[in-house]
């Protein structure tokens, strides 16, 4: 199994940063693709980026590229989320997840395991 745990939400004003962390459990999870999810009230969960397990492939959704990074760092089993420029149609609860299965388009991936979910609160 894989365990998936998530930090560093909170709340931020508009223009402001903020950096999400997931720690990572179980057996072989630095060979998994990971990234996050994100999902705002009302709305469905969707894709926010990947990291694939090497961490020389990145995908991002249109909506955060640019503004967010996704990274990795395979001996701490963690992976990031830097957000920058944030704004408030980025308030959502972000989830970390764990074998993600690319899809065309990218809005459509999947993946196989989620942490728990990290409020992000985006003020204007």
């Known amino acids: 199994q894989v365990r998936l745990v998530e930090s560093g939400g909170g709340l931020v004003q508009a223009g402001g940063s903020l950096r999400l962390s997931c720690a990572a459990s179980g057996r072989t999870v630095s060979t998994y693709r990971m990234g996050w999810f994100r999902q705002a009230p009302g709305k469905e969960r969707e894709f926010v980026a990947a990291i694939s397990w090497s961490g020389a492939n990145t995908y991002y959704a249109d909506s955060v590229k640019g503004r967010f990074t996704i990274s990795r760092d395979n001996a701490k089993n963690t992976v990031y989320l830097q957000m920058n420029s944030l704004k408030p149609e980025d308030t959502a609860v972000y989830y970390c997840?764990?074998?993600?299965?690319?899809?065309?388009?990218?809005?459509?991936?999947?993946?196989?395991?989620w942490g728990q979910g990290t409020q992000v609160t985006v003020s204007s």
């Open positions: 997840a764990a074998g993600i299965t690319i899809a065309t388009p990218v809005l459509a991936s999947r993946a196989d395991y």
